[in-house]
T-cell receptor, first 113, second 111 residues
Framework: DGGITQSPKYLFRKEGQNVTLSCEQN?????MYWYRQDPGQGLRLIYY???????QKGDIAEGYSVSREKKESFPLTVTSAQKNPTAFYLC????????????FGSGTQLSVL | QKEVEQDPGPLSVPEGAIVSLNCTYS??????FMWYRQYSRKGPELLMY????GNKEDGRFTAQVDKSSKYISLFIRDSQPSDSATYLC???????????FGSGTRLQVQP
């Protein structure tokens, strides 16, 4: 089955720790995105990538980092600089020619211990 | 002021009711308008997609876009308990980098 796989489903971070959220897609999509969802605030864009080895900051990139070494993979690292990391993180992908039609993963809930 | 405004609800209706969900926006450059449905703690799924103004119908769902008023709507006819979810509007422009989402409206359809 084609789709987007996010792992883990739940993740806990200790103070001062970096954690990495995995996102893999087998849809052959060019573009991939990371969104953060907080209760009552909808989805906010963290980073996006339209092509391998290239990515751009979104609206709330501070405290996060990404890489795009392979077309299928777009991991997100939440660094210790992100002081309020507790949120539901969603990865998405789309065809470059249809960037409006996002396909989402099932999300990762990150909490601080 | 947010670029996209959406009433957070919750909106509670009886089964079989007609539901109206709405968003307003301020960026006149938006050309692509979407509605996503999100069940609790799941990823959103694309429900309706509209380019520019007009109506689009798909089964029990109708999406309307009024660019002159910067207002979009989603109508659900004969609502079912399985329609209970959060509905997110989203939009982008032709020079798009990524979608701008509303905050979502939580809908509860009571059996």
């Amino acid at each position: 089955d084609g789709g987007i796989t996010q792992s883990p489903k739940y993740l806990f971070r200790k103070e001062g720790q970096n954690v990495t959220l995995s996102c893999e897609q087998n849809l052959n999509h060019d573009a991939m995105y990371w969104y953060r969802q907080d209760p009552g605030q909808g989805l906010r864009l963290i980073y996006y990538s339209h092509i391998v080895n290239d990515f751009q900051k979104g609206d709330i990139a501070e405290g996060y980092s990404v890489s795009r070494e392979k077309k299928e993979s777009f991991p997100l690292t939440v660094t210790s600089a992100q002081k309020n990391p507790t949120a539901f993180y969603l990865c998405a992908s789309s065809m470059e020619s249809a960037g409006e039609k996002l396909f989402f993963g099932s999300g990762t809930q990150l909490s601080v211990l | 002021q947010k670029e996209v405004e959406q009433d957070p609800g919750p909106l509670s209706v009886p089964e079989g009711a007609i539901v109206s969900l709405n968003c307003t926006y301020s960026n006149s450059a938006f050309q692509y308008f979407m509605w996503y449905r999100q069940y609790s703690r799941k990823g959103p799924e694309l429900l309706m997609y509209t380019y520019s103004s007009g109506n689009k119908e798909d089964g029990r769902f109708t999406a309307q876009v009024d660019k002159s008023s910067k207002y979009i709507s989603l109508f659900i006819r004969d609502s079912q308990p399985s329609d209970s979810a959060t509905y997110l509007c989203a939009m982008s422009n032709t020079g798009r980098r990524a979608l701008t989402f509303g905050s979502g409206t939580r809908l509860q359809v009571q059996p």
